[in-house]
Nanobody
Framework: QVQLVESGGDLVQPGGSLKLSCVGSGFRFGLSFSSYAMRWYRQAPGKERELVAHISPPDGLRSYSDSVKDRFIISRDNAENTVYLQMNSLKPEDTAVYYC?????????WGQGTQVTVSS
């Protein structure tokens, strides 16, 4: 059973930075972490879940939502089964629970989320 565990969420002041990590485990032989597209989503209170960043397997095309483009960077370390989200110039509107997602075909796995709060 594939499991994803996020970490790195915290309370940070506006303009600050955070780096989120998501470690995957339980991948079957031949269906390794490097085969999955990895995504970061976020969900703020009272709002729908929003796709923030995407990175194609094994270390390919990256894309971002307009709200985070030029501030956030997604990356992956396939040897460590880990995807990262470097978040810079954080704004109060970035406050949300951030979720890691692994997708390949019909396989679709989610982490439990990590809270990011941007406030002075």
């Amino acid at each position: 059973q594939v499991q994803l565990v996020e970490s790195g969420g915290d309370l940070v002041q506006p303009g600050g930075s955070l780096k989120l990590s998501c470690v995957g485990s339980g991948f079957r032989f031949g269906l390794s972490f490097s085969s999955y597209a990895m995504r970061w989503y976020r969900q703020a209170p009272g709002k729908e879940r929003e796709l923030v960043a995407h990175i194609s397997p094994p270390d390919g095309l990256r894309s971002y939502s307009d709200s985070v483009k030029d501030r956030f960077i997604i990356s992956r370390d396939n040897a460590e089964n880990t995807v990262y989200l470097q978040m810079n110039s954080l704004k109060p509107e970035d406050t949300a629970v951030y979720y890691c997602n692994a997708v390949m075909g019909r396989a679709d796995y989610w982490g439990q989320g990590t809270q990011v709060t941007v406030s002075s």
